[in-house]
Each structure stands twice: as structure tokens, then as C-alpha cells.
T-cell receptor, first 114, second 112 residues
Framework: NAGVTQTPKFQVLKTGQSMTLQCAQDMNHNSMYWYRQDPGMGLRLIYYSASEGTTDKGEVPNGYNVSRLNKREFSLRLESAAPSQTSVYFC?????????????FGPGTRLTVT | QKEVEQNSGPLSVPEGAIASLNCTYSDRGSQSFFWYRQYSGKSPELIMFIYSNGDKEDGRFTAQLNKASQYVSLLIRDSQPSDSATYLCAVNRNTGGFKTIFGAGTRLFVKA
């Protein structure tokens, strides 16, 4: 099993450009998440999807949109990139149903917006 | 006040010593608590979880939870240089979607 995969691993955008970060999991998990990680800030939740067909805002949703394409895939879109969106983005998944479950993380995407 | 607070460190301990990492949280409705380890440039990986008051041991790791004090800690016994990493405390609560809040992390250095 590959676990959680993310593409691309690295990306450089100019201000105003758009892009989509892709995430897929092969663990049959119901819930998927997008986080950003900035120095000294820990992981901050952007959006999450508790189950296929549902999405909800997290702590820092502004400037982002998401799509839960199917149970496996959860994408994050930046419509008009800004330098403040320079960060490392992690996708994660978990088996929903209990607050005790752990999250499994993808390898991350390092995004730089110039 | 941040919902989950950790000392950013760095915490430096000699090889073989006990490393003690601490975390406080603000929401009394929090249900379960996790410690993730993150090596530089890598993604977080779970090392411990705890949801009942008291201690939970797994090998060299012990998680301690005190819900009355809203405090969770991680002890690493016989610290090794390979334990050098950032340790993230995470707190789960059911707010209609099992929201997880992460602390900013504590950097640990184990000196050989």
C-alpha cells in the first residue's frame, strides 16, 4: 500500500497563478484533511472532508477551495496564489467514526509563491 | 491563548537521559490526545495516543494525561540521537467533524 500520496512534491508559482494539489489514499479511509505548515505555527487545518461528498472549512480556509472527488481523492485548489500561501502542504486521512483515531500523512508539497 | 500550547524549545538532552515534552490545551471537551514525531523535511508520524487520565507506556515512550489540569506530556526514556525531531501534540474534539488541533511543536535534540 502506498498510504497517502501527494503531487506535486515541489511547486513554484507566480502571484495570481492557480494550481491544484492532488491527494489520494488507498487505506479506504472516510476522512481526509488538508493542512499547511509554516515555521513556528505547527499544522493548521485548511479544509477537511469527514466523508465522501462532504467538505468543511478548517482554521485557515481563505484563498483555498477543495474537492472530494471520490472516497480516495481530495484535492486543494489555489485560485489566485499569494506570497502568504508559501508553505508546506500536507494531506492526511483517517478512519472516521471515533475521535481516537490517528491521521496518516502524505509526504507534503512545498509551495513557493513569488 | 492558543488552543494547544507547547514550548517550542529546542530541548536538548544527553544520550541516555529522559526527555520530557509538555503540552497544554484549552478546550475541556477534548477527547483524545496524540503525539506525532516529525523529522526535518518529513511528514508527521504518530508515536503515541492517549484518551484516559493516567499513563500509557509503549516501549521507551510514556504519554501522561491529566484532564483536570488540561495537560498532556510525553516522556522518552533512554533518549537516542535518532529521537532528535520535532514533537507535535495534537488534540481531537468532536465539533461536528472531529476537528484536530496541533500545537506548534517542540524541537528535541539528543546529544551523543
Amino acid at each position: 500500500n502506498a498510504g497517502v500520496t501527494q503531487t506535486p512534491k515541489f511547486q513554484v508559482l507566480k502571484t495570481g497563478q492557480s494550481m491544484t494539489l492532488q491527494c489520494a489514499q488507498d487505506m479506504n479511509h472516510n476522512s481526509m484533511y488538508w493542512y499547511r505548515q509554516d515555521p513556528g505555527m505547527g499544522l493548521r487545518l485548511i479544509y477537511y472532508s469527514a466523508s465522501e461528498g462532504t467538505t468543511d472549512k478548517g482554521e485557515v480556509p481563505n484563498g483555498y477551495n477543495v474537492s472530494r472527488l471520490n472516497k480516495r481523492e481530495f484535492s486543494l485548489r489555489l485560485e489566485s496564489a499569494a506570497p502568504s500561501q508559501t508553505s508546506v502542504y500536507f494531506c492526511a486521512s483517517s478512519d472516521q467514526g471515533s475521535a481516537k483515531v490517528e491521521q496518516y500523512f502524505g509526504p507534503g508539497t512545498r509551495l513557493t509563491v513569488t | 491563548q492558543k488552543e494547544v500550547e507547547q514550548n517550542s524549545g529546542p530541548l536538548s538532552v544527553p544520550e541516555g537521559a529522559i526527555a520530557s515534552l509538555n503540552c497544554t490545551y484549552s478546550d475541556r471537551g477534548s477527547q483524545s490526545f496524540f503525539w506525532y514525531r516529525q523529522y526535518s523535511g518529513k511528514s508527521p508520524e504518530l508515536i503515541m495516543f492517549i484518551y484516559s487520565n493516567g499513563d500509557k507506556e509503549d516501549g521507551r515512550f510514556t504519554a501522561q494525561l491529566n484532564k483536570a489540569s488540561q495537560y498532556v506530556s510525553l516522556l522518552i526514556r533512554d533518549s537516542q540521537p535518532s529521537d532528535s525531531a520535532t514533537y507535535l501534540c495534537a488534540v481531537n474534539r468532536n465539533t461536528g467533524g472531529f476537528k484536530t488541533i496541533f500545537g506548534a511543536g517542540t524541537r528535541l535534540f539528543v546529544k551523543a
